[in-house]
Structures are given as structure tokens and as C-alpha cells.
């Protein structure tokens, strides 16, 4: 499948796609994701493949999270600041009742930092929420976007 029509595929359904930029945050293994396209948090509806196609074409492309997206909502594992955080998570997971079977059915891509979304659909958006952060309060290795 090529890009187009894998954009295509995400619009079908009914996934707001949006070009971003990728910009390095002057750490070794940080790159900054950027979207291209202003007042992509205050889009009301899914641009439509016609609009789409009037966009700066990109490599890489995020998906809007939340109602837009039919409510959909990632996990984000961040391993730029705690390595290993996902396979601890994974590890945790495996041992409890029902676990191995969660696992199975979940949507798993890598990031561009080498971390993990974890992509699901709920009844109710919250907005981010820090799930596991440092000691100090400063890096959050696990948040709900």
C-alpha cells in the first residue's frame, strides 16, 4: 500500500490524519513531531479527501486523537526517558489473569523514538493523563494521549 493510499485508508476510517514535521530536540534520541497544518486541535470534522489532497505533502503523518477520530486514544510509552518501560509493562501484564489474551488484542505501533502507542477506542475522551512519571515529576514514561 502506498502513502496515498494508506491516508486514503485512515480517512475511510474515519481517522483524521495530519502532516507533521520531524525536528530533533537536541538530544541524541529525541525528535519532535510537528503538524504542518494550523488549528489541527480545533478541527471540527475530518477534512475530506479533496481538502486532504490542497495539504503540504509530508513523509510522516500523526492521527488526531479523541472525538474527531472516533474517540480513539493511545498509550504512549516513552523510552526516551526510561528504557524498557514498555517490556516492563508487558512483563506485568503477562503474569495476571486474562493478560496474555489483552495483549494479544492489542493495536502495538513503534514510535519514532523507539517507543510504543498502544491504540484504542472508549467511550469517553479525558484529555491526556500522566500514567507513570519520574520520581521528581520532570519525565512522564507513560501517558494517555
Known sequence: ???QQHLNKLLELNLCPVP???????????????PVIKGWTTFATIPTKEEFAKWPTHNTYGIVCGKI????????????????????????????????????KCVITKTINNGYHILYFCDE???NQDLATAADGKDVYIETR
Do not use: A, Y
Open 1 to 3: 500500500m502506498n502513502k
Open 20 to 34: 507533521v514535521q520531524l525536528t530533533t530536540d537536541g538530544t541524541p534520541e529525541g525528535t519532535v513531531k510537528k
Open 69 to 104: 477520530s472516533c474517540n480513539l486514544e493511545i498509550i504512549d510509552f516513552d523510552e526516551k526517558h526510561k528504557k524498557g518501560i514498555f517490556e516492563d509493562w508487558k512483563t506485568l501484564l503477562l503474569v495476571i489473569d486474562g493478560g496474555k489474551e489483552l495483549f494479544e
Open 125 to 127: 475522551i479525558e484529555g
